[in-house]
């Protein structure tokens, strides 16, 4: 009679398409386990339909963890969870547990101190900047709410509760994609190697469709009047910043016809605007990217037009007359700071560029011989490939291969249409990186499979 496999049951909370979870299920099917979902958490919509396309026969339905009593909750071995990282990006605020987001990790203290008892461990991922978050000086190594987060598990919940900083390019994903595992098992289990040896690296080449259809739009139409496709192969539309890789909106005329001499005024403008000096001259706290006077832009820019072509450019959008930026410090009551930008309207305004790599139809196009920068939900649908003489969007099985899904995992209810399609991208943005999870998972399991 064959051996019955030994089952972990398994909650997997701020869900997503899933990701944690298939790493989970891969390691354990890798030790001849098997696990079942008995809890899943995910609000939003499209969310659950990936869920439910992907795993039939669960009826996942939208659930608000912060409205889901413990007792409601299925005795589990495990708890997976992705909790919310806008409050710790360095995208976002960076507010931390001053966001109602970032108070979600309590949503995962309260089920563990309520189910405490039947659990065996735990596997969490969170962005890389968690680690940092509201240090009390730039020397530390840890910040106070990793600190916080750790003494909660550590000590007053007693587990063996260990973190590590993982790159997905590590672990055969062709994408560099920092971020945060903290995992924890009882202390009977012992305690968990976080140690990897990265795996040969995966290039974004190998993991691209080809043939596909490319765009034909007017954007596309003037880029590829200028450059040839090939060219695109690695490089980023970026205003604000200058270097080989990027090109710029005036290169193609992208908001209307640009005087060489006018090109040469916004070149110029975008080497001095990032420099430290002008922050001192300004009376602010130094920001890559600062706005000047058509003073201060004649200190480096003496042309006998100035005035003209810089009125010409703010009509054509390349530019914009606006108040230099301060840094503001918030200090809450219970110790969390977080900064911002705030207009300065005492001082004079000044020209700025105008667009950052998402004002337009491409921002980077990916260099098939190197591994992809850290994707992000916010510029999935702007990464462009090149496609024989063509340029394209990133097809939706690319974007999960870019995130280490497994190819049986499917899409298909966001592949028609575009306003569909962009709700794929922004769940895969917001993924994780299927294989990360699987080590990880693997070496929770090592020491949480007593045989």
């Known amino acids: 009679m064959a051996k019955t496999k030994k089952t972990y049951n398994f909650i997997d909370l701020f869900a997503g398409l899933g ?15 098997q696990g079942r979902c008995v809890f899943t958490s995910e609000i939003k919509a499209a969310a659950i339909t990936a869920l439910n396309h992907n ?11 912060t409205a889901v009593k413990s007792e409601d909750i299925p005795s589990f071995k495990v708890l997976l969870g992705g909790f919310p990282c806008q409050a710790f990006s360095s995208a976002g605020a960076r507010k931390g547990f001053a966001d109602t987001r970032g108070t979600l990790f309590f949503e995962v203290e309260r089920i563990l101190t309520d189910k405490l008892r039947g659990v065996d461990g735990f596997l969490l991922e969170n962005v890389e900047g968690l680690v940092l978050h509201d240090r009390a000086s730039t020397q530390d190594k840890e910040g106070r709410t990793i600190k916080i987060i750790m003494k909660v598990l550590r000590d007053k919940l007693k587990f063996n509760a260990e973190y590590v900083v993982l ?6 994903v062709p994408q560099r994609r920092k971020r945060v595992y903290i995992v924890g098992c009882k202390k009977r289990f012992g305690k968990i190697d976080l140690n990897f040896t990265p795996q040969p690296r995966v290039m974004v080449g190998e993991i691209l469709e080809h043939g596909k259809p ?10 590829l009047s200028v450059y040839a496709a090939q060219d695109m192969v690695g490089k980023s539309l970026n205003d604000k910043r200058g270097g080989a890789r990027n090109f710029h909106s005036w290169d193609i005329d992208a908001r209307g016809a640009a005087t060489p001499e006018e090109r040469d005024l916004l070149n110029a403008i975008l080497r001095e605007r990032r420099k430290k000096a002008w922050a001192d001259i300004i009376g602010i706290v130094w ?3 600062m706005p000047l006077t058509t003073e201060q832009i004649r200190t480096f820019h003496d042309v006998p037009n100035l005035q003209e072509m810089l009125d010409d450019l703010c009509a054509k959008k390349y530019l914009r007359l606006e108040y230099p930026k301060n840094l503001v410090v918030h200090h809450e009551e219970d110790g969390t700071t977080w900064t911002e930008r ?22 980077a196009f990916l260099d098939t011989n190197r591994i992809s920068h850290t994707l992000v939900a ?22 999960l291969r870019l995130f280490g899904y497994p190819e049986s995992y499917s899409l298909a209810p966001f592949e028609d249409g575009p306003k569909a399609t962009e709700l794929g991208y922004d769940l895969i943005g917001n993924s994780v990186c299927v294989p990360v999870i699987k080590a990880v998972a693997g070496r929770l399991l090592d020491v949480i499979d007593v045989k």
């Open 214 to 223: 490319t765009l034909d739009s007017e954007f596309s139409r003037k880029l």
């Open 55 to 65: 795993f039939p026969g669960e009826d996942i339905k939208p659930t608000d963890i």
């Open 342 to 363: 705030k207009a300065v309207e005492s001082l004079p305004m000044g020209y700025n560029i105008i667009t950052g790599k998402l004002s337009f139809e491409f921002s």
């Open 378 to 399: 916010t510029d999935m649908t702007s990464i462009g490939v090149v496609d024989g003489n063509g340029i394209r969007h990133l097809t939706l099985r690319e974007g």
């Open 287 to 289: 920001k890559d990217g």
């Open 167 to 172: 790159d997905a390019a590590d672990f055969g």
């Open 19 to 33: 990701g944690i979870r298939l790493g989970f299920q891969q390691a354990l099917a890798e030790r001849g386990l």
